[in-house]
Structure formats: structure tokens, C-alpha cells
């Protein structure tokens, strides 16, 4: 674990809606994660979990305070760079819709190789590798409406992994599926992060779920109210009684 | 492994591309269409005026200038003498051409008699036999067009007649002509007969109508032309067969302008279907879009991924497109061939026009994918994850009603421009600013289309929510949901609706005003004449039809064809005191008294507006005419309404002055006033009854009326024809919007159907829609096409200079509004069916 954080967030706000009512969904919240770091993110429906996720990862512009990934500043930056700063550091996974329908499985993976231009040297076997991981070899040429919720989640993990991106931000990525998918999809995350030194933040609120990560931080009402560091054997009893005190 | 180079960026937009195919195909089948109609208008005008070429060459074939006289009494054979003995000439034949009709058994068939010596004749002019032989100097045969002969049923070594002053001659078929050389002249309507026949059957002793001639090798023609035309005299016309064909082009300039402006009318809604498919594929795939955004695309790659799908389907549209114009080019010039009376049938491809049409698709394509790629840039791309990131620009909504606005502004106020005589000499640019104006207006309808939709689309949605109950409420608030598109497509219906009100204004205008014409210069129960155009009758028998019962009063006209410096005009001439009796000529300028008095007088004229607007001439100006005096000044002492010119250029004097002037004084036409009481229908079969044998064409003023008015229709045919492509266009547009709109909303769909919604309620709703979508684009067309017809009157006016007043097209309006709404629920049919049959499930999981 480095020493300066990979993505730091200062009094973060974001405030909807533009004239009529208007909706604070995050309230200067102060986040800082480490290279390398598997986070989860919990909190109640509507606690500005996925909003938090979107400004860290430059989808969105925030209302008010900074965020950094290492030394570079996100707010402030033009569409342009924000794009190109997202290309290389941050893969997404989200939680429905992950795929672009006219491309098969195999061709969804390689887009952000696609888009970047070069791809990788090593790529195909990385493809073959991730396939294998995701056992999803056989359907490889499928498009996504051939494909089940859960096998175009899995599908969407290993488009994340593919450039091996610095920062891989997923909301509720194990939503969609059964217990055993879910598992390997988190030790799939848990085992990148850890080889690859990819920092993964996770939005999740599954407990279980959440206990693969290092530290859970827990949202309400748009600010971060607890953090939890995790490694014992009672993680899961922890992320638990976490929630309570939440209300959730 | 060849996934990675294949996909890059272009291929995921041609992986777009081939999956939604029908869509594809429907969008490109637009650039199709707009192209197409460009090309086959170029290639319709340019064929047009190189069967024009193609018809003075084989008059002339191979001589390098022609003789004209001063009248159509034709000259002194002595002259041909005369061209011969000048330096330089080193043939010259006699002629004499003369419209007649050939009777073969019972058919008809109007056809130009050529008098030829068939010793000479060969040198200058190319007669290929498909059989029998060629004539003999003097005898009662003629060589015939193969083809002629095929369709009036007759063969070599028949007997057929052929009329001449007013009298059917008998003539033996010796030789049929191949379509080539000869065989084309005036389209493959000509009949050689021996000179000295066509001399005897015209009473033309001694007299030649026509002399061909070729300059020895080395001399110049010019210098030729210029000796000739010394040597017989100013009353004379020496001229070469280029400037024929330049006078054609002026003549058919009328024609051509009117079918580029639909031709870019076509383009303009071709265009329209493009942007409104990338409008659609924006809309369809901002979910895919914000997912590559998120991945990393830059706005400039997003938009690069709309307009390279626009490239493709340009390229692909413009190559098949100009297939499409050579084949939608044939029907053109089908109707074209009735519109200038004269087979139009070898297809000519203006390379310019091949490069502009193909051009002017792609970049029409690329400007209207433009405007919905930028959108595409602007996807954000959280639009991946949301239901739908509708984020309208109200900067844009405000510069599209300005530009809008300002649109509509200034094409209604280009309509109410002056016409072509408040212009003076730039009268041309008349045209101009009547053809942009419909273009602004237009234009500016569509942008400000979404605008209007919502409050328009409330006149039908009322009546729809009253009949159709929940399922019209909710095909009502899906269109007020999404303005933009119900735009769109309305705006198609609009187009295509201007563009029928154009030509229906235009035709209905041009009828009511040749029939007031009919009816207030002409005022005459019934009309004599011969049926070929120049058959003349003598003072004698103009008293025999006078003597005819039933008849009250008669005055005789004749038209004399006569060369005004270059160009050759029609000189009606008239008796004043009894022409007055009959007509009140409309007269736009002049004392009426005092014009009357004066053309009584001689060495006066009227002329008609057309030719007035035409060349900028005003009451009091001269104009020189070539007489048998040689050339005459005339006053002109009044300017008077006239529709029965060629192209309307028409000179009216008196009988007096054609006497002193042409040496005339027959008839080619009478105009009879019946008696109180005596139905014109009796005295027109009494007369023709009675001359049966002089072939003569009589019409009571019903009939007339009746030809003029199909005459008229005739004329405009060819725009019909690019009417229902752009009503094509329309539907297509409809189609696809209402797919897409179905697309759009397969969730939706499918959520209603899982509620409860039966297939039949889901079919309903979307044709509903379809009808109120089609109701507003009626409207919006009916409202620009009452403008946009006003324009293509006045731009007609300018053009032709005639003098037109404007008539609002009220039936066909409203049967127009009646199509639009049909076909934009026909256009409905298969998107509500593939709606209705949505696969609930599938529609729920995925897209
Ligand atoms: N585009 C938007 N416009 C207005 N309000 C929004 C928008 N997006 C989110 N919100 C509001 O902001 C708050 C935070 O939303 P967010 O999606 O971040 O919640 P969340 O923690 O991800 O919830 P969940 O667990 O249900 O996904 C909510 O109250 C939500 O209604
Ligand atoms: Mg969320």
C-alpha cells in the first residue's frame, strides 16, 4: 500500500437539479484510498453511493471541493482531459447495461482497447486468460442479448481488467448474480487488486460482498459517517453492526 | 485473431449500421431517392436539349448554314441560284417544309412534309432505306420513317394522303427509313416527298420555303453567312445551325429551372430523412454512447462514430442513387417528351451533373448527420446508466425559433415581392429570390416544426382522446413527450405537402387564368382552323362559313411567323374592327382607345406581357420586324395578356400591315359568334360536316376549352412524377420514426403489455399517433404550401412572363390533408404490428 493516496476527495458535494428542487446528494464528504486498496462503499438506498462513484470516476462534475487521482485534479479539467485521464486510469463496471448490444462478448472486452487505439502487447492472451476466468469461453462470439444478466456482468468485469486500469470503480457488480458467480467475480477483483496493484473501489450492499474488501466506508445522507477497516474474523459481524448504526 | 483490427472505432459504426438494417436501408434509400431525383433532372435537361440538337442536325444534317425567307410563303426559287453563285458555297439545296397530316386508312397522324429534290438532297443530308428505294424526281411517293409506319399500320408500296392547303393528295410509300440520318428528322415524324410535289400540294410554284448550304473546304462559314446574307438582303435570315440550338435552350430554360428547384426540393427532403435517422440514432443509442464515453471515448470519437456512419450511407446512397437517376431519368423524360412535343428518348449523363448529384448526396448526408452527431458528442456518459439523460440545449432552442422565425419571415416576405415588372431589367433575379424564398420557408417551418407540434398536435389529439379513450390519451401524450420527433417526421408530411400545393397552385392558377383568358379575349362560340398548323384559307371561303347557318359574325386570323432581329415571333394578325366584337383584349398597359386606333392605322403593334416582362419593353418603344420590305420599325402601342404564343412571345397588327408587310392576306383560323339561341355544339358540327374533305379542326368554345386545359396538365405532368417520390420520401420518414419510436421505447412497450395492455391496444396507440403526427404535418404543409405556391406562380410568371394571378388550390388542399393522414397511418402499419407483437420478456430484459 502506497504512501500518497491514489484518489483522494476533498469536501466533495453534489447537488441535482437546476431551478426546481433541488436534491444534495453528497454533502462534503472527505474520501482517501491507496494504491493497491479493495473499498467498499455502503449505505441506505439514495445515500449518494453511485454519485460518489460516478465524480471519483469523472463521469460527472461535482458541485463543490476537489477530487484527485494521485496528484492529478479531476475538477477543473475539460471534458477532453477528463476523458483522457478516465481512458487511463479507471475501468467501470456498473450494475445494468453494461454492454454495447451490436458487439459480440469477445468484442465488448477489447472496446477500451479499441478506443484508446494501441492495444496492449500480450492482449490476446489476456483475452483468452479473462475468458477462462469468467468461464464464458464457449460464448464469446454471443452478443449480449444472448447472454444472461449475470453472464453480461461477468462479461463487463473482464472489460474492466482488460487494459488493467490503475483505479476499477463497480457499482453493485455482484447485484445480478448467484452466490458462486459472485464469489469468483470478488476474488477476481480481490486477486487483480492484489497482483496488479489495482485499487477497486466497490459499491455493494451485500455484506458478504463487502468483507473481501480492505476497508469499508460506510455513506449516509451524503457524507461519510464510518470507515472499517476489515481483516479479522468477525468482518462480516462488523459490516453488520456497521449497517445498523446506520438505519439501514 | 483479427477481432482487434477490425475493431476499431468505423468498424463499431458499421457494426451499427449492419445490425439495424432495416433502418439502414430505409436511410440510405432516402439518399437514394434525393440523389436520384437530382441526377435524373440534369440528365432530363441535358437530354432534352440534345434531342433538340440531335433534331436540328438531321434538319440540316451536314450543311453548315440555312436560308430562311422573310415569311412562310417561302421565296423565289431563283434565290437558290443566287447561294450558289456566292464565293465560298459549295452546295446548297432547296426544301420545303411544312406541318401537315397523314391519313393512313383511318389513323392520323401529324407529321412535317419535306420537299426535297432528291438529286442534291443527298449531299447535304443522310437517307438510310430499311426498304423500296429512294425518290425520283417527280412523282406522287414519299420515303417514310420505318417506325411511322409500323405504328399507323402501314407498308412499303401502300397508298397514304397527306394534306396540303387544306386538301388530302395521294402518295405511294416507295421506301421506309431507318431511325437514323433522315429517318430522325422532327423525331422520326417526317415525310420526304419530291420537291416539286410538296410545291404543287402547298401552291408553292416556283417557291422554296428553306435553302441548306455547305462552304467549300477552307472558307469560313461566317464569312460565308455574312456574303449570302448580303447578296439577298436584309429580309433574309442566313444562319448557322448553333444558334438554333442556343434559341432551344432559352426556350426550355422554363422547363429546366422548374425541375432543378424540385430536384433540390427532392434533395432538401432526402436530406430531411437522413437527419432525421441520426436524430433517431442518437436518441436510440445514447445508452451505448455514454457506455464508450465512460470507457474512455472523446466527444470528437463519439462524433466521429455517428458521421462515419453517414459517410457510409452517403457513399452507399449517392452510387446507388445515380442508378436510380438513370432509371427514374426515362419516366422524366417520358413526360418531358408530352410537355415539348418532341420524343425525348437517348439518355445523355452530364458528367457535371453525375459529379454534382453524387456530390450534393454525401454532403447533404454529412450536414444532416452533423447536427445529431454533435448531440452525440454531447451524450454524457452517465447516459449509460440512467433510464434516459434527456438534456435539451436551451441555447440551441432558442437559435433554432430565431433561425426559424427569421426563416418563415423572410420566405412569406419574398412571396409578396414585386414580380418580374417591378424589377425592370433584373427580372431574372425574380426567379431567384421566389426559389430561395420557398427554400428559407420551408427551412424555417422545420425548425420551428417542434415548436408548433405541441399546439397543433392538441387540434387532433382532442378529437383522438374523445374517440379512442385511454389508448388515444396515451398516443397523444407520447407525442407531446417527444416534440422533437414528432416534428421530424411532421415535417417530412410538410415538405412533401408544400410541394404538392406548389404544383397544384401552379396548375390550378395557370387553368383559371388561361380559361378567364379564353373566355374574355377570345369571346367566340366556335373555332376554325386546319389541323396542320399552317393551312390557310382564302377571304372566299371565310364568307362561305359566314353564310353558315347559325352563324352571326366571324373574324378571321392568321399567324405569321416573323424574325425580330435574331429571334423568330408570332405576328397574329387581325381585322380590329371586327376582332373588337369579339374580344376585350386584357390590356395590362396602354390607352385602350388610343391603341386600337392606332393599330387600326398600321405600323402598330401590341405585344403580349410575356414578352414584355421578357425584354423590358414598355408602350411607345419600337421593335424591328423583317419584312418583305425589309426591316420595319413598329410602335408598340399596347401590352396586352396572351397565352397562345409559343412560349408567349406574340406580336399582334393588323391585317392591313400583313398585306403591305408579308404580302398576305389569307386566314389560318376563324373565330365564329353563333346566333341568339343556336347552341355553338350545333354550328361546329354543321361546319365540319359540311367541309368534311378540308381536314378542318373545328371546336365549339367548350372543347377549346377542354384542350387547353388538358394542354396545360400536360405541361406539368412531369412534376406528378417527382411529387410522389417526395410522398415516398414522407412515408418513409413516418415509417422509421414510428420504428424507432418503438425501439426507443421496447421497455415501455413491454412493461404496458405486462400490465395489461392488449396487442390490439398497443397496435391502436401507435397508429393514432401516426395519424396525429400526420395531422400536424398536414397543417404545417398546407399553411407553407399556400406560400410556397404563391412563389412558384410568381417564379413561373418571371420565367415564362406570363401574367398569373395567384389561386389558392382549396380542393386539392384538402384532399392533400386527406393523404397525408392515410398514408402516414399506412406508412404506421408495420411498426404498430411489430409493436403489438413484441416479445414481453425480451422487450423487458435487455435494451
Ligand atoms: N440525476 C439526478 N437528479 C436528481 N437527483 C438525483 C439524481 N441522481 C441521484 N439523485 C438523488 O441523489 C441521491 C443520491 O443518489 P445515488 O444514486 O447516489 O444513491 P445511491 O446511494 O447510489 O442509492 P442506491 O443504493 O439506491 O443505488 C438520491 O436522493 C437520488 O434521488
Ligand atoms: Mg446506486
Not at chain 2, 224 to 235: D, K, N, Q
Not at chain 2, 303 to 324: E, H, K, M
Not at chain 2, 568 to 585: G, K
Amino acid at each position: 500500500m502506497g504512501l500518497t493516496p491514489i484518489l483522494k476527495a476533498v469536501a466533495l458535494s453534489k447537488t441535482y437539479g437546476d431551478g426546481g428542487v433541488e436534491v444534495a446528494a453528497l454533502k462534503e464528504a472527505n474520501i482517501e484510498v491507496f494504491e493497491g486498496e479493495f473499498i467498499a462503499i455502503m449505505g441506505p438506498s439514495g445515500s449518494g453511493k453511485s454519485t460518489l462513484l460516478h465524480l471519483l470516476g469523472g463521469l460527472d462534475y461535482a458541485t463543490g471541493g476537489r477530487i484527485f487521482i494521485r496528484d492529478i485534479e479531476l475538477t477543473g479539467l475539460s471534458d477532453k482531459r477528463l476523458t483522457l485521464v478516465r481512458r487511463a486510469n479507471v475501468g467501470f463496471v456498473f450494475q445494468f447495461y453494461n454492454l454495447l448490444p451490436t458487439l459480440t462478448a469477445e468484442e465488448n472486452v477489447l472496446v477500451p482497447m479499441a478506443i484508446g487505439g494501441k492495444p496492449a502487447p500480450g492482449w490476446q492472451d489476456k483475452l483468452d486468460g479473462l475468458f477462462k476466468l469468467i468461464e464464458l469461453e464457449g460464448r464469446r462470439h454471443h452478443r449480449p442479448d444472448q447472454l444472461s444478466g449475470g453472464e453480461q456482468q461477468r462479461v463487463a468485469v473482464a472489460r474492466a481488467l482488460i487494459t488493467e486500469p490503475a483505479i476499477i470503480l463497480a457499482d453493485e457488480p455482484t447485484g445480478n448474480l448467484d452466490r458462486r458467480h459472485g464469489r469468483e467475480i470478488l476474488e477476481l477483483l480481490k486477486r487483480s487488486a492484489a497482483e496488479m496493484h489495482q485499487t477497486i473501489i466497490m459499491v455493494t450492499h451485500d455484506p458478504g460482498a463487502a468483507a473481501y474488501a480492505d476497508r469499508v466506508i460506510f455513506l449516509s445522507d451524503g457524507a461519510v459517517v464510518k470507515e472499517l477497516k476489515l481483516g479479522g474474523d468477525d468482518d462480516i459481524e462488523a459490516i453488520i453492526t456497521g449497517l445498523k448504526e446506520l438505519g439501514d | 485473431m483479427e477481432v482487434m483490427t477490425t475493431l476499431r472505432l468505423s468498424s463499431l459504426a458499421l457494426r451499427n449500421l449492419g445490425t439495424r438494417k432495416a433502418r439502414t436501408i430505409l436511410t440510405t434509400l432516402g439518399v437514394v431517392l434525393g440523389v436520384a431525383v437530382i441526377l435524373a433532372v440534369a440528365i432530363t435537361n441535358r437530354s432534352t436539349i440534345d434531342a433538340f440538337r440531335a433534331m436540328i442536325d438531321s434538319i440540316t444534317g451536314k450543311a453548315d448554314f440555312w436560308v430562311n425567307g422573310p415569311s412562310t410563303a417561302g421565296f423565289s426559287e431563283a434565290k437558290l441560284a443566287e447561294v450558289r453563285r456566292t464565293p465560298g458555297v459549295a452546295v446548297a439545296i432547296p426544301g420545303i417544309a411544312r406541318d401537315s397530316t397523314l391519313y393512313a386508312g383511318k389513323r392520323r397522324e401529324s407529321v412535317q412534309v419535306a420537299g426535297i429534290d432528291p438529286r442534291v438532297d443527298r449531299k447535304l443530308r443522310y437517307f438510310k432505306l430499311a426498304s423500296g428505294r429512294f425518290l425520283k424526281s417527280d412523282e406522287p411517293a414519299a420515303l417514310v420513317p420505318a417506325d411511322l409506319a409500323g405504328k399507323k399500320k402501314f407498308k412499303l408500296g401502300d397508298k397514304v394522303k397527306l394534306t396540303g392547303a387544306g386538301v388530302k393528295h395521294e402518295f405511294k410509300v416507295i421506301g421506309l427509313l431507318r431511325d437514323e440520318g433522315a429517318g430522325r428528322f422532327m423525331g422520326g415524324n417526317a415525310v420526304f416527298i419530291p420537291l416539286k410535289q410538296a410545291q404543287s400540294i402547298f401552291k408553292l410554284k416556283g417557291r422554296l420555303t428553306y435553302i441548306d448550304a455547305k462552304v467549300k473546304t477552307g472558307v469560313s462559314v461566317k464569312a460565308a453567312v455574312g456574303r449570302v446574307s448580303r447578296r439577298l438582303g436584309e429580309s433574309f435570315i442566313v444562319e448557322q445551325p448553333e444558334k438554333r440550338a442556343e434559341a432551344v435552350s432559352q426556350m426550355l430554360k422554363g422547363l429546366q429551372v422548374g425541375l432543378s428547384f424540385f430536384g433540390t426540393i427532392a434533395m432538401f427532403v432526402g436530406g430531411f430523412l437522413v437527419y432525421n435517422t441520426f436524430t433517431m440514432v442518437v436518441v436510440e443509442q445514447t445508452q451505448e454512447m455514454g457506455m464508450v464515453r465512460a470507457l474512455g471515448a472523446t466527444r470528437g470519437q463519439v462524433v466521429a462514430l455517428v458521421l462515419i456512419q453517414a459517410v457510409v450511407l452517403g457513399i452507399i446512397g449517392s452510387v446507388l442513387g445515380v442508378g436510380a437517376g438513370v432509371a427514374l431519368a426515362k419516366v422524366l423524360m417520358s413526360y418531358v417528351s408530352k410537355t415539348v412535343e418532341l420524343p425525348v428518348e437517348s439518355i445523355s449523363v452530364p458528367v457535371l451533373g453525375l459529379a454534382g448529384a453524387v456530390g450534393v448526396g454525401l454532403l447533404v448526408t454529412l450536414l444532416a448527420a452533423l447536427q445529431p452527431a454533435l448531440a452525440a458528442g454531447r451524450v454524457s456518459p452517465l447516459a449509460a446508466i440512467r433510464i434516459r439523460a434527456k438534456k435539451s440545449s436551451k441555447a440551441l432552442a432558442v437559435l433554432r425559433v430565431t433561425v426559424g422565425c427569421l426563416g418563415v419571415t423572410a420566405g412569406v416576405a419574398a412571396s409578396f415581392l414585386p414580380g418580374p415588372e417591378g424589377l425592370g431589367r433584373y427580372a431574372y433575379l425574380s426567379v431567384s429570390i421566389h426559389e430561395g424564398g420557398t427554400f428559407l420557408l420551408l427551412l424555417g417551418a422545420a425548425l420551428l416544426s417542434p415548436s408548433l407540434a405541441k399546439p397543433l398536435g392538441y387540434i387532433f389529439a382532442a378529437p383522438i382522446r374523445l374517440l379512442f379513450g385511454q389508448t388515444g390519451k396515451l398516443a397523444a401524450a407520447n407525442l407531446t413527450r417527444n416534440p422533437g420527433r414528432t416534428a421530424a417526421t411532421a415535417s417530412a408530411v410538410m415538405i412533401t405537402l408544400a410541394m404538392l400545393m406548389s404544383v397544384a397552385g401552379m396548375t390550378t392558377s395557370f387553368k383559371r387564368s388561361v380559361d378567364r383568358w379564353v373566355d374574355k379575349s377570345l369571346g367566340a362560340d366556335v373555332f376554325v382552323s386546319g389541323r396542320s398548323s399552317d393551312a390557310t384559307y382564302s377571304k372566299r371561303f371565310a364568307d362561305k362559313l359566314r353564310r353558315v347557318k347559325g352563324v352571326k359574325d366571324l373574324t378571321m386570323i392568321r399567324f405569321v411567323p416573323v424574325r425580330e432581329g435574331a429571334r423568330e415571333v408570332l405576328f397574329r394578325a387581325i381585322e380590329p374592327t371586327s376582332y373588337r366584337r369579339f374580344a376585350t383584349l386584357q390590356f395590362a398597359k396602354g390607352d385602350k382607345r388610343r391603341a386600337w386606333l392606332d393599330l387600326a392605322r398600321g405600323d402598330h403593334v401590341f405585344i403580349s406581357t410575356v414578352m414584355a416582362n421578357k425584354r423590358g419593353l414598355k408602350v411607345g418603344d419600337k421593335i424591328t420586324l423583317t419584312t418583305v420590305k425589309g426591316r420595319r420599325n413598329f410602335t408598340i402601342s399596347a401590352i396586352a395578356v396572351d397565352f397562345g404564343g409559343e412560349m408567349g412571345d406574340m406580336i399582334v397588327g393588323s391585317r392591313k400591315d400583313m398585306k403591305k408587310y408579308f404580302h398576305l392576306d389569307d386566314a389560318g383560323g376563324f373565330r365564329l359568334k353563333v346566333a341568339a339561341g343556336v347552341r355553338p355544339r350545333t354550328v361546329a358540327d354543321r361546319i365540319k360536316k359540311k367541309y368534311k374533305s378540308m381536314d378542318l379542326d373545328v371546336q365549339d368554345i367548350q372543347e377549346f376549352k377542354t384542350m387547353v386545359d388538358g394542354r396545360v396538365t400536360n405541361s406539368f405532368a412531369v412534376f406528378n412524377v417527382l411529387i410522389v417520390l417526395a410522398a415516398v420520401v414522407a412515408m418513409i420518414s413516418v415509417f422509421n420514426s414510428l420504428m424507432m419510436n418503438i425501439l426507443e421505447r421496447r421497455r415501455e412497450l413491454g412493461i404496458l403489455r405486462a400490465v395489461g395492455a392488449t396487442r390490439g391496444q398497443i397496435g391502436l396507440m401507435n397508429l393514432l399517433e401516426a395519424f396525429i403526427t400526420g395531422g400536424i404535418g398536414g397543417i404545417l404543409g398546407l399553411a407553407v404550401g399556400a406560400v410556397s405556391a404563391r412563389d412558384t406562380v410568381n417564379g413561373m410568371n418571371t420565367l415564362t412572363g406570363y401574367d398569373i394571378s395567384f389561386i389558392f388550390p382549396g380542393k386539392i388542399a384538402a384532399i392533400a390533408l386527406l393523404i397525408a393522414l392515410v398514408f402516414s397511418v399506412l406508412a404506421a402499419a408495420y411498426p404498430a404490428r411489430r409493436a403489438a407483437t413484441l416479445e414481453i420478456g425480451r422487450a423487458l430484459q435487455y435494451e
